[in-house]
């Protein structure tokens, strides 16, 4: 279940024929389902209207085929709760959704964070765990507090150990569809009995500059184009050398 990157024309609006062309791509090539306006996705430049847009653009290039999931990861939950409202009228199958950004909070605000966006529609969510990337942990424990929310079925797990599966799997049994988010642990997390994986590229997605990494892989095959919008410049000098990523 690959997280998309979003197109932009060169003045940075989205480019949707290039957006629906890659994912018809992917569905082509076999992928379970798609995740939209992820990290990869560059979700922190695009505004709720533009969001919408870029869930109708897969809705309509999956054609059922396939679900397509939207990412909400907002900075507070009210924010959290319209977008999961909003995502329903718009043909969403499920989200994927973030603790609330630019803010570490602790264990209740956490687990009141995620019922509260559950509580907005009726759709499944993936809880998406990244701790080295967002500085709040959701842990095996709290899981199984949070067991009793229906709505909540999968855990896109990027704590960036292999144990975290054991842990989890100890702490709630198969309450939850485990999914390893560090995609350079695939093999390993699935031999601890994840059941799938996300693959933007493997090793070009564990960088800071994943979004330009995958960006200019997509348009060297024919399947995208390079422009990011700002902050985030598209690789330049020695940055777009292709043998980088070997190592």
């Not at 940075?12 to 990869?40: H, P, Y």
């Not at 902050?231 to 000098?237: K, N, Q, S």
């Amino acid at each position: 279940m690959p997280a998309v990157t979003t197109k932009f024309n060169a003045d940075f609006s989205i480019d949707s024929a290039w957006t629906k062309k890659n994912i018809e791509a992917q569905i082509a090539a076999g992928v379970d389902g798609i995740i939209v306006c992820g990290s990869l996705g560059e979700t922190s430049t695009l505004s709720l209207d533009e969001k919408l847009d870029v869930l109708d653009i897969a809705v309509d290039a999956a054609q059922g085929r396939v679900p397509v999931l939207l990412t909400i990861a907002e900075n507070s939950t009210l924010d959290g709760y319209r977008q999961a409202e909003l995502g329903v009228k718009h043909s969403a199958a499920g989200y994927m959704v973030l603790l609330g950004l630019r803010y570490l909070s602790d264990r209740r605000e956490t687990l009141n964070h995620f019922r509260v966006v559950a509580s907005a529609s009726p759709l499944p969510i993936m809880v998406y765990n990244n701790p080295l990337a967002y500085g709040v942990d959701v842990t095996p424990e709290m899981f199984a507090e949070l067991a009793d929310e229906k709505k909540l079925g999968t855990i896109k797990e990027s704590a960036g150990d292999v144990r975290r599966f054991t842990d989890l799997i100890n702490a709630v049994g198969d309450r939850y569809a485990l999914f390893c988010g560090v995609d350079n642990l695939a093999m390993e997390a699935c031999l601890m009995g994840a059941h799938g994986w996300f693959a933007p590229l493997l090793a070009l997605d564990i960088s800071a500059k994943l979004v330009q990494n995958i960006k200019l892989a997509e348009a060297m095959v024919g399947l995208g184009t390079e422009p990011v919008r700002p902050p985030r410049l598209p690789l330049a000098g020695d940055e777009t050398n292709v043998s980088r990523w070997k190592h």
